[in-house]
């Protein structure tokens, strides 16, 4: 549970993945040795953030992706959504931009149109994701992004026991 921790934290949502695929890489990179087969990794270039690790003459395919949905920010306080997250008042926004680290509030104007609380003015086009609260019991593991950061993780477990004929 501690690489889906850290998968979870990792600020990159869409158009900006490029914190998640060097993470990744550098991941594939450190642990592959100790994987069953070592695949051939495609990246970079037209695959732009996307990574292709081929086991042998696969048969099969795991596909996961590696953004998060989230906000850009506009002028003054408005946010632009990036995919199609769920704008709830009160929940916690985090980034960064020129001027540091931003943990933000998102609140909601009378139109329901998606703004921001923080101590200063954001710079413009700063992307924003959901602060991720990683919660884990016996029973289950709760945080924003698990559709895509469980796909990746799922993906990596696959990797280290995958074998081929």
């Not at 086991?55 to 199609?84: C, M, N, Q, W």
């Not at 909601?108 to 884990?136: C, G, M, Q, S, W």
């Not at 016996?138 to 081929?164: H, I, P, S």
């Amino acid at each position: 549970m501690k690489l889906l921790l850290e998968l979870c934290s990792i600020h990159a949502p869409s158009g900006s993945e490029k914190p998640m695929t060097d993470f990744l890489l550098g991941y594939i990179k450190k642990h592959q040795k100790n994987w069953k087969v070592k695949p051939k990794i495609h990246s970079g270039g037209d695959l732009q953030d996307c990574i292709v690790l081929v086991f042998g003459k696969p048969r099969t395919a795991l596909f996961a992706h590696i953004d998060s949905i989230g906000f850009t920010t506009r002028y003054e306080t408005e946010l632009v959504k990036i995919g199609g997250p769920v704008v709830k008042e009160g929940w916690e926004l985090v980034g960064k931009d020129s001027k540091g680290s931003i943990e933000c509030t998102l609140k909601v104007d009378k139109d329901k149109n998606p703004h921001y609380a923080y101590k200063r003015k954001i710079d413009r086009a700063t992307t924003l994701t959901f602060k991720p609260d990683f919660r884990e019991t016996k029973d289950f593991v709760q945080c924003c992004y698990m559709d895509n950061r469980l796909g990746v993780w799922n993906a990596l477990q696959v990797a280290e026991t995958l074998e081929t004929e």
